[in-house]
């Protein structure tokens, strides 16, 4: 549920505290699975929406809209319940000493989830846990329809048209290089997202795995526009008179908003029609495995040789990016563990790049997806490289 929040969620700071509070409670899921394991022997289960909890069946989610306040009191019942629910445990083996590893248990585990009275009701009977009907990963719902941008970005023009910036040797480069890497972030943290609300039946690991990714990303996200933001005097000083991003500096000094990005935002929509397996293979596979070298080239060149401090963060997001490459290779080889099936998978989903890409051309655009397709097949062109989140080239 924090993972579909955060979808919902517009700044990218509020974000990053969202996915903070996820990796929390899967974190603190973690702890409970290991010591039920350790002390009654309970088999790592797979994991699944409850029938109750299933977002579009709870109805927090209606044709890919996403009720925000249901959502977060949905949330908060949750969290209360749970903590009333450790409570008890903890007051029903307090003077049992046979079950002193469970009293202890759960007075280490109630502080993720506040203080409760155990007085006060709890808003439902204790729920049995979610029993896949099959052992095959499936995919649970579609996530939502959109996800907004951060109010400091504003549509401008379209990936079909122009190259959004690279980076460079010059602030000029890369400052409009780095608030567009900002926003790619946060699509690589909306993938986690996307990956741990649609899909049922994987083991704890694999949403473990995608939790921390999506707080890594948001991370990203914010320390690359905070640095190009930091940047901004330095830039409009460098800048020659009459340049356009001057009147865009401007403006989001005065007004918080008008660093220009492409009108397809940050590609979103085609993160949504993507599958698990071209996720993981058009992000992870071919876009988080270069990007640490070219990394290494940044954080080595003259330009942040000057500013150690973003050459500092940046050797972060490097070392969080090698992490993210292998969690997409280990689930790939998961989901297709024979390695004729993997190769096939991984060619077929760069042949889907370009179409998945259009999705959010045609979301944002004026034409429809199947004009646009059209068009590319008659000019026998496909559409600008366009930077991922992690500074590698997504065709």
């Given at each position: 549920?924090?993972?579909?929040?955060?979808?919902?969620?517009?700044?990218?700071?509020?974000?990053?505290?969202?996915?903070?509070?996820?990796?929390?409670?899967?974190?603190?899921?973690?702890?409970?699975?290991?010591?039920?394991?350790?002390?009654?022997?309970?088999?790592?289960?797979?994991?699944?929406?409850?029938?109750?909890?299933?977002?579009?069946?709870?109805?927090?989610?209606?044709?890919?809209?996403?009720?925000?306040?249901?959502?977060?009191?949905?949330?908060?019942?949750?969290?209360?319940?749970?903590?009333?629910?450790?409570?008890?445990?903890?007051?029903?083996?307090?003077?049992?000493?046979?079950?002193?590893?469970?009293?202890?248990?759960?007075?280490?585990?109630?502080?993720?989830?506040?203080?409760?009275?155990?007085?006060?009701?709890?808003?439902?009977?204790?729920?049995?846990?979610?029993?896949?009907?099959?052992?095959?990963?499936?995919?649970?719902?579609?996530?939502?329809?959109?996800?907004?941008?951060?109010?400091?970005?504003?549509?401008?023009?379209?990936?079909?048209?122009?190259?959004?910036?690279?980076?460079?040797?010059?602030?000029?480069?890369?400052?409009?290089?780095?608030?567009?890497?900002?926003?790619?972030?946060?699509?690589?943290?909306?993938?986690?997202?996307?990956?741990?609300?649609?899909?049922?039946?994987?083991?704890?690991?694999?949403?473990?795995?995608?939790a921390k990714q999506m707080w890594d990303e948001a991370r990203h996200a914010v320390f690359y526009?905070?640095?190009?933001?930091?940047?901004?005097?330095?830039?409009?000083?460098?800048?020659?008179?009459?340049?356009?991003?001057?009147?865009?500096?401007?403006?989001?000094?005065?007004?918080?908003?008008?660093?220009?990005?492409?009108?397809?935002?940050?590609?979103?929509?085609?993160?949504?029609?993507?599958?698990?397996?071209?996720?993981?293979?058009?992000?992870?596979?071919?876009?988080?495995?270069?990007?640490?070298?070219?990394?290494?080239?940044?954080?080595?060149?003259?330009?942040?040789?000057?500013?150690?401090?973003?050459?500092?963060?940046?050797?972060?997001?490097?070392?969080?990016?090698?992490?993210?490459?292998?969690?997409?290779?280990?689930?790939?080889?998961?989901?297709?563990?024979?390695?004729?099936?993997?190769?096939?998978?991984?060619?077929?989903?760069?042949?889907?790049?370009?179409?998945?890409?259009?999705?959010?051309?045609?979301?944002?655009?004026q034409q429809p997806y199947a004009a646009l397709v059209s068009q590319l097949l008659a000019k026998k062109r496909r559409p600008q490289r366009v930077p991922?989140?992690?500074?590698?080239?997504?065709?």
């Amino acid at each position: 549920m924090h993972a579909l929040r955060l979808l919902t969620e517009k700044s990218l700071e509020d974000r990053l505290g969202i996915a903070a509070s996820a990796v929390a409670y899967f974190d603190g899921a973690s702890e409970v699975g290991g010591f039920l394991s350790r002390y009654a022997g309970t088999p790592a289960p797979l994991i699944a929406w409850r029938e109750e909890d299933h977002p579009e069946k709870a109805g927090l989610m209606s044709a890919g809209e996403v009720d925000k306040l249901l959502l977060e009191q949905r949330i908060e019942r949750g969290r209360r319940d749970a903590s009333i629910t450790l409570a008890e445990v903890g007051e029903a083996t307090r003077a049992v000493e046979v079950l002193a590893p469970w009293h202890d248990f759960a007075r280490r585990t109630s502080a993720l989830f506040g203080p409760a009275d155990v007085r006060e009701p709890r808003s439902e009977q204790l729920p049995e846990a979610a029993r896949p009907a099959s052992r095959t990963p499936t995919k649970a719902l579609q996530g939502p329809q959109s996800a907004p941008l951060d109010p400091a970005f504003r549509r401008t023009y379209s990936i079909l048209d122009s190259d959004p910036p690279k980076y460079g040797d010059t602030l000029q480069d890369t400052v409009p290089h780095m608030w567009v890497l900002a926003s790619r972030e946060a699509l690589a943290a909306e993938l986690a997202a996307l990956c741990l609300i649609e899909c049922d039946n994987l083991p704890l690991p694999f949403y473990l795995d995608f939790a921390k990714q999506m707080w890594d990303e948001a991370r990203h996200a914010v320390f690359y526009l905070n640095a190009a933001v930091s940047l901004l005097p330095d830039l409009a000083a460098e800048l020659p008179a009459g340049h356009p991003l001057h009147d865009d500096i401007r403006a989001f000094r005065e007004e918080g908003t008008g660093l220009p990005v492409p009108r397809e935002g940050n590609l979103y929509e085609a993160m949504l029609n993507a599958t698990l397996i071209e996720r993981l293979v058009i992000m992870h596979h071919d876009t988080e495995t270069p990007a640490v070298a070219a990394l290494e080239e940044q954080i080595n060149s003259t330009l942040w040789a000057r500013r150690p401090q973003i050459a500092a963060g940046i050797t972060i997001v490097q070392m969080d990016e090698r992490t993210h490459a292998r969690l997409g290779h280990r689930w790939l080889k998961h989901l297709l563990p024979d390695r004729h099936e993997l190769e096939e998978a991984i060619q077929n989903a760069r042949l889907m790049r370009t179409m998945l890409l259009l999705t959010s051309c045609a979301h944002h655009g004026q034409q429809p997806y199947a004009a646009l397709v059209s068009q590319l097949l008659a000019k026998k062109r496909r559409p600008q490289r366009v930077p991922t989140g992690t500074g590698a080239e997504l065709d």
